[in-house]
Structure formats: structure tokens, C-alpha cells
């Protein structure tokens, strides 16, 4: 309930008098008419602490209330009951995002947690102490003042960056990469930790950096109990948001993310005809229209991005999404050859190449009467040699391959040698250096996925490997389709798969040969 006196008259006792109303004098009855007003501003301000929406409506009335913003909402204020203790929304640029998060929510939150500390993270400072600029001048208004009547500033708030409530609350802004020594948060927002500048100068070493920064910075902050929320416009395959992600897919002791992501167009089937058709997210601000002439004026990764949370460039991507079985048994199928593919880093620590190792199958597929590739399972980590040597016998031991290719570089090279050693099915694998040969190596084997013969299981781990091969070369790491690549070469090679254009490339072969080129 609201902080505030108990008042003398209730709602049935306004109604009592508003049925023998005509038992009242002139100057009684503009008494209740008081009364009714005084009432129904009561109900509003109610309305305004319980719901963080109608607490917008009473600070901004023309803010427009889209059904995202009602979404949105609901996760911010199960955040704040305890209900939730991490969340990330994506949502495109200009749909009402930072108004909600960065300036009524942390002061609503306040007012109903006065005594909590609250970090507010943005891509730079100054827009998030701009943000806390306008969420302390929103606690001094009267309008604040009475829905929150016990609130206040304490006397000292002059920073608009680093202020406190009455009752020892503290909100503090700061942008990636700040110094946070002797901060403490109880609520970390974080909206937008990357900007278009980011993206536009090619380095994308910034999402690690920034995933850094929260990983040992921000996220060390929270006190007991503390929660996050993470709201942004995606930009790439590893900003915050999918490094998250891939956190989750890669441990389940990571914090666990509740994600949601706002497309402005949305597909809908049609009530009538049962066809998807085309709406926008935020109708009453964005018709169809102009988002699409939106559209048309940006690269199609950019938009796919921005506006439609999927950083991955489809149109541009070697190996598509849709290219990808999923397999929705519990089980795999018996293979009749399993392959290990090790894709080693040089060194472990933060910015290091991680260690991936896939593990593949192939299996007769009764349905296509062809024999299919399934993958097992996918490791990726940042490890050391002895490490990688444990994890290498772990996993061989529990699948039992017929092959096992290892990419002699780093430490491969001496696990290649100390599986060789003890007799194990060990083949080396020397690529080309460059970026270019690895996108022909993709572009290699690209048509076995294409042709619809490669499997994936339901689970993150192989979301992780999909993503990360349909991001290529987009992405930061690549650990995962080095490792994949190898696998799907030697199937090929082995002649475990084989395609019409394989039939085709042998018949090109040896008419060569008749005519006298070898």
C-alpha cells in the first residue's frame, strides 16, 4: 500500500453521501463533489505504486503505451518483486525502450524501495547520467510527490550522476568500462551497453570488451540478492546479449536469463484466411510502412540486427539456420561411424580463441534412404593443455570414435602426439592460414547442410554451434565452425556422404584424365 496517512473517509462513505445527496446543502454538496475528486486522485496514485505502466500514464500522460511496453513492463516489475532476478529485452531503436527502463522504471522502482541502491549502465557516461539527471528531477515533482509521498532527495543530491534518497537509497550512473571500486547495486540496469559507433568501426573486439567489463565489473557489484536487466537494440552475434546467451548454453550455473525479443515487424497468422501477415510492433507510433522504407534504406544486416533482434545476416550467410535439421527425440540415432573434431586455442585467458570440440555421427536415414549426419555433442571453453588432455580422454572414452581429428596447431600439436602415442585413432588436420581460406572451407562443405542431410539436437549447446556458423565471418570466435568444418570435410572425404555434385566433379575427374590433362 501507498506510504501515506490513512484517510477520514472511505469510498462507501463517499457513496453514502452521494445517495442522499439531496440531503445536503448547496455548500456540503461541493464538499463531496471535493471529496469525489480527492477519491478518484487517490485511486490514480494507487494505481500509479502498484503498476509501473500507470505510473507512466500519471508522469508523461501522451506517452504512447504500446502492448511491448505492457511486456516489457511486466518483466520489470517482476524484477522488481523478486519474481525474476534476470531478464534481457531486445527491442529496436525508437520504440519507447529508454524512457520506460532508464527513466520511470528506476524511479518508480526507488519509490517503492527507497533504501535500495540502484546502477544504471549505458554505452557512455554522460547518457547515463543524463538518465539520472531526469529520474532525479521526476522524484522532486509534484506528481512524484504524490504518489510517493514519503520519498524524497536527500539534501546533498546535486550530481546528477550519483545521488541518494532520504532513507540512504543510492542511484549511480556510469558507463562501460567505468571504474565501480566500493559501488554496491541491489538493481543493475543496463541500457544499450553498445552504440552504432561500435559496429560502424569494424572492431569488434568492443563486445568482448564490454562483456568483460560486466562479467568482472558490474556484475561483481550486486549486493545479496541483487538483479539485473539488460535492455538493448542488438547490434551483433557477441554483444551482451548474446554473450549471455551463450553463457546459458554453456553452463547451466551461469545466470540464467529470462530473454525476450521484440521484432518491429511481426509475422501473424490472419484470423481469416490462416496466411502470415506482415504488422508492425508498436502500431501507434510506427505504421508498416514507414518501417519498411526503413528497410529498404539500410544493409540487410543492419536491420536484421536493430530491428529484427537476429544479428546473423541471413541473406548474407554461408550456412543458413533453415539449412538445419532438428532432432526432437530424446535419444540419437545408432551411428555406424562417430567423428571427434578438436579445434585447440593457444593459451587460456579472457580474450583467447576457446577450445571447441565437436563430436558427429552418421546414420541411416530410413526416411530419405540416404545416410545423415547427426551432431552428438559440442564442448567450447577456454582451457590449458592438462585440461584439454582430461577433457580429450573424457570425451573419447564416453563416445568411442572411429576418428578422431585433431587441427595441428597450439596445444593439438602435442595432443595429437600423446594420442598417437597411445595408439588411438588420432588424424591430423593443417589448414591454411587466413580468413579467406576459412570462408572456402565453410563454402567447402556448405551444400551438406544445404542439402538437408545434417542434424542437430534441441538443446543450447547445438543452438550455440548453429548460431555461430550462420554469424560467420560476422562473429568474433569462430572456435565452433573450425571444429565443425573439419568434421563435415572428413565425412565427405571418407565418402560417408555423397552428393549429385560429387558425382558430378567425378565425372569432370576422369574425362580429364581421358583426355590427357593428368
Same mark, same amino acid.
Given at each position: 500500500?501507498?506510504?501515506?496517512?490513512?484517510?477520514?473517509?472511505?469510498?462507501?462513505?463517499?457513496?453514502?453521501? %452521494?445517495?442522499?445527496?439531496?440531503?445536503?446543502?448547496?455548500?456540503?454538496?461541493?464538499?463531496?463533489?471535493?471529496?469525489?475528486?480527492?477519491?478518484?486522485?487517490?485511486?490514480?496514485?494507487?494505481?500509479?505504486?502498484?503498476?509501473?505502466?500507470?505510473?507512466?500514464?500519471?508522469?508523461?500522460?501522451?506517452?504512447?503505451?504500446?502492448?511491448?511496453?505492457?511486456?516489457?513492463? #511486466?518483466?520489470?516489475?517482476?524484477?522488481?518483486?523478486?519474481?525474476?532476478?534476470?531478464?534481457?529485452?531486445?527491442?529496436?531503436?525508437?520504440?519507447?525502450?529508454?524512457?520506460?527502463?532508464?527513466?520511470?522504471?528506476?524511479?518508480?522502482?526507488?519509490?517503492?524501495?527507497?533504501?535500495?541502491?540502484?546502477?544504471?549502465?549505458?554505452? +557512455?557516461?554522460?547518457?547515463?547520467?543524463?538518465?539520472?539527471?531526469?529520474?532525479?528531477?521526476?522524484?522532486?515533482?509534484?506528481?512524484?510527490?504524490?504518489?510517493?509521498?514519503?520519498?524524497?532527495?536527500?539534501?546533498?543530491?546535486?550530481?546528477?550522476?550519483?545521488?541518494? =534518497?532520504?532513507?540512504? $537509497?543510492?542511484?549511480?550512473?556510469?558507463?562501460?568500462?567505468?571504474?565501480?571500486?566500493?559501488?554496491?547495486?541491489?538493481?543493475?540496469?543496463?541500457? #544499450?551497453?553498445?552504440?552504432?559507433?561500435?559496429?560502424?568501426? $569494424?572492431?569488434?573486439?568492443?563486445?568482448?570488451?564490454?562483456?568483460?567489463?560486466?562479467?568482472?565489473?558490474?556484475?561483481?557489484?550486486?549486493?545479496?540478492?541483487?538483479?539485473?536487466?539488460?535492455?538493448? +537494440?542488438?547490434?551483433?552475434?557477441?554483444?551482451? +546479449?548474446?554473450?549471455?546467451?551463450?553463457?546459458?548454453?554453456?553452463?547451466?550455473?551461469? #545466470?540464467?536469463?529470462?530473454?525476450?525479443?521484440?521484432?518491429?515487424?511481426? /509475422?501473424?497468422?490472419?484470423? !481469416?484466411?490462416?496466411?502470415?501477415?506482415?504488422?508492425?510492433?508498436?502500431?501507434?507510433?510506427?505504421?508498416?510502412?514507414?518501417?519498411?522504407?526503413?528497410?529498404?534504406?539500410? @544493409?540487410?544486416?543492419?536491420?536484421?540486427?536493430?530491428? &529484427?533482434?537476429?544479428?546473423?545476416?541471413?541473406?548474407?550467410?554461408?550456412?543458413?539456420?533453415?539449412?538445419?535439421?532438428?532432432?526432437?527425440?530424446?535419444?540419437?540415432?545408432?551411428?555406424?561411424?562417430?567423428?571427434?573434431?578438436?579445434?585447440?586455442?593457444? !593459451?587460456?585467458?579472457?580474450?583467447?580463441?576457446?577450445?571447441?570440440?565437436? =563430436?558427429?555421427?552418421?546414420?541411416?536415414?530410413?526416411?530419405?534412404?540416404?545416410?545423415?549426419?547427426? %551432431?552428438?555433442?559440442?564442448?567450447?571453453?577456454?582451457?590449458?593443455?592438462?585440461?584439454?588432455?582430461?577433457? *580429450?580422454?573424457?570425451?573419447?572414452?564416453?563416445?568411442?570414435?572411429?576418428?578422431?581429428?585433431? /587441427?595441428?596447431?597450439?596445444?593439438?600439436?602435442?595432443?595429437? &602426439? /600423446?594420442?598417437?602415442?597411445?595408439?588411438?585413432?588420432?588424424?591430423?588436420?593443417? @589448414?591454411?592460414? $587466413?580468413?579467406?581460406?576459412?570462408?572456402?572451407?565453410?563454402?567447402?562443405?556448405? #551444400?551438406?547442410?544445404?542439402?538437408?542431410?545434417?542434424?542437430?539436437? &534441441? =538443446?543450447?549447446?547445438? !543452438?550455440?554451434?548453429?548460431?555461430?556458423?550462420?554469424?560467420?565471418?560476422?562473429?568474433?570466435?569462430?572456435?565452433?565452425?573450425?571444429? +565443425?568444418?573439419? *568434421?563435415?570435410?572428413?565425412?565427405?572425404?571418407?565418402?560417408?556422404?555423397?552428393?549429385?555434385?560429387?558425382?558430378?566433379?567425378?565425372?569432370?575427374?576422369?574425362?580429364?584424365?581421358?583426355?590427357?590433362?593428368?
Amino acid at each position: 500500500m501507498m506510504s501515506e496517512a490513512v484517510p477520514d473517509f472511505s469510498e462507501e462513505d463517499v457513496q453514502k453521501m %452521494l445517495d442522499n445527496l439531496d440531503s445536503f446543502s448547496d455548500d456540503e454538496v461541493k464538499e463531496i463533489d471535493r471529496l469525489v475528486d480527492e477519491l478518484s486522485a487517490r485511486r490514480q496514485n494507487q494505481l500509479a505504486y502498484d503498476d509501473l505502466i500507470e505510473f507512466c500514464k500519471a508522469m508523461m500522460p501522451d506517452f504512447i503505451v504500446g502492448r511491448h511496453h505492457r511486456i516489457l513492463a #511486466d518483466m520489470l516489475m517482476g524484477i522488481e518483486r523478486g519474481d525474476k532476478d534476470r531478464v534481457c529485452v531486445n527491442i529496436p531503436p525508437r520504440h519507447g525502450k529508454s524512457q520506460l527502463v532508464s527513466i520511470f522504471y528506476p524511479a518508480w522502482f526507488l519509490g517503492r524501495n527507497p533504501s535500495k541502491k540502484v546502477m544504471m549502465v549505458s554505452h +557512455t557516461t554522460d547518457l547515463a547520467v543524463d538518465f539520472g539527471r531526469k529520474v532525479r528531477n521526476l522524484i522532486s515533482t509534484p506528481e512524484y510527490q504524490a504518489i510517493f509521498p514519503t520519498v524524497k532527495l536527500a539534501v546533498d543530491s546535486k550530481s546528477a550522476g550519483r545521488w541518494n =534518497t532520504n532513507v540512504g $537509497g543510492e542511484y549511480y550512473a556510469c558507463g562501460v568500462g567505468s571504474a565501480l571500486a566500493g559501488r554496491g547495486a541491489d538493481l543493475l540496469l543496463i541500457d #544499450d551497453p553498445h552504440s552504432e559507433q561500435d559496429v560502424i568501426s $569494424g572492431n569488434f573486439s568492443v563486445f568482448e570488451k564490454a562483456y568483460e567489463w560486466y562479467t568482472f565489473g558490474a556484475r561483481t557489484r550486486l549486493m545479496p540478492g541483487g538483479r539485473v536487466a539488460i535492455i538493448q +537494440t542488438r547490434w551483433h552475434m557477441d554483444d551482451l +546479449t548474446g554473450r549471455a546467451v551463450k553463457d546459458m548454453a554453456q553452463n547451466d550455473r551461469a #545466470d540464467q536469463f529470462e530473454v525476450i525479443e521484440f521484432p518491429a515487424i511481426l /509475422e501473424i497468422e490472419d484470423g !481469416e484466411t490462416g496466411e502470415l501477415v506482415e504488422k508492425p510492433l508498436w502500431p501507434e507510433f510506427f505504421d508498416l510502412e514507414a518501417l519498411l522504407r526503413t528497410k529498404a534504406s539500410m @544493409p540487410t544486416f543492419q536491420w536484421n540486427a536493430q530491428y &529484427q533482434q537476429k544479428p546473423t545476416a541471413e541473406e548474407a550467410s554461408i550456412v543458413k539456420r533453415e539449412w538445419w535439421n532438428w532432432w526432437g527425440e530424446e535419444n540419437p540415432p545408432a551411428c555406424e561411424y562417430i567423428i571427434m573434431s578438436l579445434d585447440s586455442a593457444a !593459451e587460456k585467458h579472457n580474450r583467447a580463441d576457446y577450445t571447441a570440440l565437436t =563430436t558427429w555421427g552418421v546414420f541411416y536415414n530410413e526416411d530419405d534412404n540416404a545416410y545423415n549426419i547427426i %551432431l552428438l555433442n559440442s564442448i567450447k571453453q577456454r582451457i590449458e593443455f592438462h585440461e584439454l588432455k582430461e577433457l *580429450a580422454m573424457q570425451e573419447y572414452a564416453d563416445w568411442e570414435p572411429d576418428s578422431f581429428i585433431v /587441427e595441428k596447431k597450439s596445444s593439438g600439436v602435442a595432443l595429437y &602426439q /600423446e594420442m598417437r602415442r597411445m595408439g588411438l585413432p588420432v588424424s591430423e588436420y593443417t @589448414p591454411h592460414r $587466413g580468413s579467406g581460406d576459412k570462408l572456402a572451407r565453410l563454402n567447402a562443405v556448405s #551444400d551438406i547442410v544445404a542439402s538437408g542431410l545434417c542434424w542437430v539436437p &534441441q =538443446t543450447r549447446w547445438a !543452438e550455440e554451434v548453429v548460431e555461430e556458423i550462420a554469424g560467420f565471418p560476422f562473429m568474433s570466435n569462430d572456435d565452433l565452425v573450425d571444429s +565443425t568444418v573439419m *568434421a563435415l570435410m572428413r565425412f565427405r572425404q571418407g565418402g560417408f556422404i555423397r552428393l549429385p555434385t560429387d558425382e558430378l566433379e567425378e565425372q569432370r575427374y576422369f574425362k580429364r584424365q581421358g583426355t590427357g590433362y593428368y
